[in-house]
């Protein structure tokens, strides 16, 4: 058994439509995850049901030995960042990060050295005595941080913690959250909508569509080999066509081109997808046996360091990025070819 | 939400002490009894036609509503040129103004029915009909002010501007660029005005007198010497002009705008 | 010429209040002060007379307790309200509005209804064995505050909603993730923010019970006078103008007084974050 577990999560605001249905995760201690996907796709909703701020219509929800699924929010002991921050705005940096401590009835002596060694732990002493409409978002968003942090929660909780922040600052603080989240060994939920964030910080990721969880593994592999076509146009494959099996790791296209592969799909009828910079391009016929297709030019853009083709296959419109200058130009003839170990069937 | 037991309860309970006693109002209006009884015995609409049929409740009726709308449609026309102004750069002491403009509000209505009696009234000897017109027209105008003024300062003022540098005289662009922007926060004032001026009692009780008595002027006199179910028939049917008024404010600009 | 025209266009109805409201005023309230000689000698044995003293103090104590019991059944069940579904709190506030915009007079006959000696209360308290003679409830210091509570709680409601519904939803989670219960969270989160609502709202209430005529008339009889009434009879039954005038200074001045006490509570609370960043 897993540290974590949310077994057979069911929930509906209105009895028909489930928001999330029979969702099912597990975490190792120390664990920093991620639930990433669309906004409405029950990732958030996820949060609150681990939380506590939401009560699931069925299934359980365990952290260690102990069932949760039905203890209140305020006694689950779960820190929380909330996507607004949510800082209480009638109270000073120091009151706000206090508040929590104060419930818990500790001494005052012991408040304040808490209090103090977090203050300076997320750089925020010298703010203390100031009330939030007074700081910066990136400060508002270290307040909400060290709130959180300092009641020494069994799980921390983060509600698309940068999203308010601009990118910059953004690529900052993940980094910083990542550096706290390691030294503090603290057990992490972490919600976004943004896959290189996700990625980044992760140790694994929950990529989630309509209230199901698509896949559950480390970013490099899902990064590497995404199981389902959600997955896939998610983090950026954008090319996807039919193929037919013939054999184990042999397959054709829709206009008969022979595709070899090193994955294999159960299926007789599949999808293989590929991303755009792993497509390769060539002014002439490689004469190889397989995995080549003739197209022609349509569109070209300049993206920086590479150019980008939108080139018309007989399997349709195919997105390419090619680094060779000068490159190609509209209406131009090309072999477009794809590399085996690079093809996905989703 | 998740669910609150206390507290819905007690919203409930509140909820139940602001209806139950208008309830029991409507129910003792068709009760046969000549005195008021709760519970009814029998049933009777009696009541209702006795209220139609009393000459100083309809005149009192006639009269409220002259006075609110003659007050109100004054208060419009002084109050919406007078809010624009306010919102306009360049008026020195604006602040002042508008505030003297709201005093109405401040001072005590029946301070402001028995200064208007007695220096109006007695003193210069105008007719009490223009004193209560006046006095309505007082109470009124800090409505308009307030309402027709907030939404003028939202309103965003470059779309004034083009109208000028379209052509449009000062005047043509407000008649026909704000005017028509600000046309549901003006019926909200006036809605507003009318009830409150309606509904008025400390201002209409001094500036009342021989055949000069609004409704609920009328009313109150009424219920000092009686008690029977005319009264809870003339509140009915009061009850369900406003929750006419309501339902036509709802569905010209919602309710949720005008409070 | 064009930077007169504002002021042309505010001409007639600062006329009119000068005219008609500050005239007037001015007019009644200066020979209280001036009599030949400047002095407060009106003022003073106004204040002398106890029974004058006792409808100023009763003034008092009514609207302290009207705001007080306000605030107390108005903060839940704003928070109620709040916390609801739009289509709810539509509801709910066309609900609470409706009796705000109900003749005053017809609120305070409910009353009479209710509380006089053969009234709905006397008879259900003698039904259930709790009396056997029917209590003097009408035309008490105890029925002014009844329907003066039930005048102006609606104001209250509506005023504390428009503050509440603003209130991010969130901040009352986060004060539950950190450890607070709903009900501490409402007490230590919730109450503080809503206190400009609430100050508000108090003003409303004070102010109005303070001034309100058709209660204490219909509800509080001859014995029970409140500054209100005791200025018209002063004025129309007695004859009395310079008492009148006494009162009606008084009371404006002690409107002025505690809208201005109540503004200086709501800056000293509301403390938080006066300069932005």
């Given at each position: ?5 949310l ?8 009895g028909k439509?489930?928001?999330?249905k029979?969702l099912?995760?597990s ?7 991620s ?21 699931p ?19 689950r ?8 921050y ?11 990060v ?11 002596e ?21 009330y ?12 909400a ?19 308010n922040l ?6 900052s ?11 503090l060994?603290i057990?992490t ?11 980044s910080?992760?140790d ?9 969880i698509?896949?559950?593994d ?28 013939q ?14 592969t ?5 299926r007789?009828?599949t ?19 397989s ?6 030019i ?16 007989s ?11 000068p ?5 131009d ?14 | ?21 208008l309830?029991?109002i409507?129910?003792?209006?068709f ?8 519970p ?31 007050a ?33 509000t ?5 301070v ?30 800090p ?13 965003d ?7 000028w ?15 028509p ?19 008025n ?25 009686n008690y ?20 036509l ?7 949720a705008?005008?409070? | 010429?064009s ?22 005023l ?9 009599n ?10 106004f ?15 009514v609207?302290?307790?009207?705001t ?7 903060v839940?069940t ?8 739009a ?6 506030m ?10 005053s ?6 009353w ?5 000696q053969?009234?709905?209360v ?21 029925s ?18 428009g ?16 450890g ?11 109450l ?15 102010t109005?019970?303070?001034?309100a ?10 014995r029970?006078?409140?500054l209100?009434t ?8 007695l004859?009395n ?12 001045v ?6 201005k ?11 938080r ?5």
């Amino acid at each position: 058994m897993s540290f974590v577990d949310l077994k057979n999560i069911r929930v509906s605001y209105d009895g028909k439509n489930n928001i999330l249905k029979e969702l099912n995760l597990s975490m190792e201690k120390g664990e920093l995850i991620s639930l990433l996907g669309p906004s409405g796709c029950g990732k958030t909703t996820t949060l609150r049901v681990i939380a506590g701020l939401i009560e699931p219509n069925d299934g359980t929800f365990t952290v260690g030995d102990s069932n949760l699924t039905k203890v209140p929010v305020h006694k689950r002991n779960f820190g929380m960042v909330f996507q607004s921050y949510a800082l209480f705005p009638h109270l000073t940096v120091r009151e706000n990060v206090g508040f929590g401590l104060k419930l818990r009835k500790e001494k005052k002596e012991v408040i304040e050295k808490k209090v103090q060694a977090i203050l300076e732990a997320t750089d925020l002493s010298h703010y203390a005595e100031r009330y939030p409409k007074q700081l910066s978002g990136g400060q508002r968003q270290r307040v909400a941080l060290a709130r959180a942090l300092v009641i020494e929660p069994q799980l921390l909780l983060l509600d698309e913690p940068l999203s308010n922040l601009d990118a910059k600052l953004r690529i900052s603080m993940r980094i910083e959250i990542k550096r706290i989240q390691r030294k503090l060994g603290i057990t992490t939920v972490f919600v976004t909508h943004d896959q290189e964030e996700c990625f980044s910080i992760s140790d694994k990721v929950a990529v989630m569509n309509n209230g199901v969880i698509e896949q559950y593994d480390s970013p490099e592999e899902i990064y590497k080999n995404p199981k389902t076509e959600f997955v896939a146009r998610f983090i950026g494959f954008e090319n996807f066509f039919a193929l037919t099996k013939q054999d184990t790791h042999t397959y054709t296209t829709s206009d008969g081109t022979l595709i070899e592969t090193v994955h294999s799909a159960g299926r007789q009828q599949t999808t293989g997808t590929i991303r755009p910079d792993d497509i390769l391009l060539s002014a002439h016929d490689q004469e190889i046996p397989s995995n080549s297709l003739a197209g022609t030019i349509r569109v070209r853009t300049f993206l920086g360091k590479s150019y980008q083709y939108e080139v018309e296959t007989s399997i349709g419109k195919l997105l390419v990025n090619d680094v060779q200058v000068p490159g190609y130009q509209v209406g131009d003839k090309v072999f477009v070819v794809i590399p085996k170990e690079k093809l996905i069937l989703v | 939400m998740r669910k609150q037991r206390g507290l819905s309860i007690f919203a409930g309970a509140v909820f139940a002490f602001l209806f139950i006693p208008l309830i029991i109002i409507t129910i003792t209006a068709f009760g046969e009894n000549p005195t008021i009884q709760f519970p009814i015995t029998g049933f009777t609409f009696q009541w209702f036609t006795a209220v139609f049929e009393n000459q100083s409740f309809m005149d009192s009726f006639l009269l409220s509503l002259e006075v609110s709308l003659l007050a109100t449609l004054l208060a419009l026309i002084i109050g919406i040129p007078a809010a624009y102004a306010l919102t306009r750069q360049g008026v020195k002491g604006k602040s002042w103004i508008k505030s003297f403009f709201l005093s109405p509000t401040i001072i005590p209505g029946v301070v402001v029915g028995y200064s208007l009696f007695q220096f109006i009234v007695i003193r210069l000897q105008i007719p009490l009909f223009t004193g209560l017109l006046l006095g309505h027209f007082l109470i009124s105008l800090p409505y308009i002010i307030r309402v027709v003024g907030s939404s003028l300062e939202q309103l965003d003022f470059s779309i004034e501007e083009v109208a000028w540098t379209l052509g449009s005289t000062k005047f043509k662009a407000f008649i026909s660029i704000v005017l028509p922007n600000i046309s549901s926060s003006i019926f909200a004032s006036f809605m507003l005005a009318f009830i409150n001026s309606f509904n008025n009692i400390p201002v209409s009780q001094f500036l009342s007198g021989p055949g000069i008595s609004t409704l609920p002027t009328t009313l109150m006199n009424y219920i000092e010497y009686n008690y029977n179910p005319v009264v809870s028939a003339l509140s009915v049917l009061l009850m369900l002009g406003t929750i006419i008024l309501m339902f036509l404010i709802e569905k010209t600009l919602g309710l949720a705008k005008v409070v | 010429m064009s930077k007169k025209i504002p002021y042309l266009i505010l001409a007639p109805g600062l006329i009119l209040l000068v005219f008609f409201l500050l005239i007037p005023l001015v007019s009644v309230i200066w020979p209280t002060f001036y009599n030949g000689t400047l002095s407060f000698d009106s003022y003073i044995s106004f204040f002398k007379d106890t029974y004058n003293f006792g409808i100023f103090i009763r003034t008092i104590r009514v609207s302290i307790i009207v705001t007080v019991m306000c605030i107390i059944l108005g903060v839940p069940t704003a928070y109620f309200i709040a916390g609801t579904s739009a289509k709810w709190r539509g509801l709910l506030m066309a609900l609470t509005l409706f009796p705000m915009l109900t003749n005053s007079v017809i609120r305070s006959f409910a009353w009479i209804n209710l509380l006089g000696q053969n009234g709905v209360v006397n008879k259900l308290l003698a039904s259930i064995g709790i009396i056997s003679k029917p209590l003097t409830l009408l035309y008490t210091e105890f029925s002014i505050i009844i329907g003066s509570i039930y005048l102006f709680l609606p104001i209250l409601i509506i005023t504390l909603v428009g503050v509440m519904e603003n209130i991010n939803p969130e901040i009352m989670e986060a004060a539950e993730t950190l450890g607070a219960s709903r009900i501490k969270a409402f007490i230590k989160v919730v109450l503080p923010l809503s206190i400009p609502g609430i100050i508000v709202g108090s003003i409303l209430v004070f102010t109005g019970t303070l001034t309100a005529y058709t209660t204490p008339q219909l509800l509080g009889g001859n014995r029970n006078m409140m500054l209100s009434t005791f200025l018209y009879q002063n004025a129309m039954t007695l004859g009395n103008w310079e008492d009148a005038s006494v009162i009606a200074l008084i009371m404006i001045v002690t409107t002025l007084i505690v809208m201005k006490g109540f503004n200086l509570i709501a800056n000293r609370i509301d403390k938080r974050g006066e300069q932005d960043a």
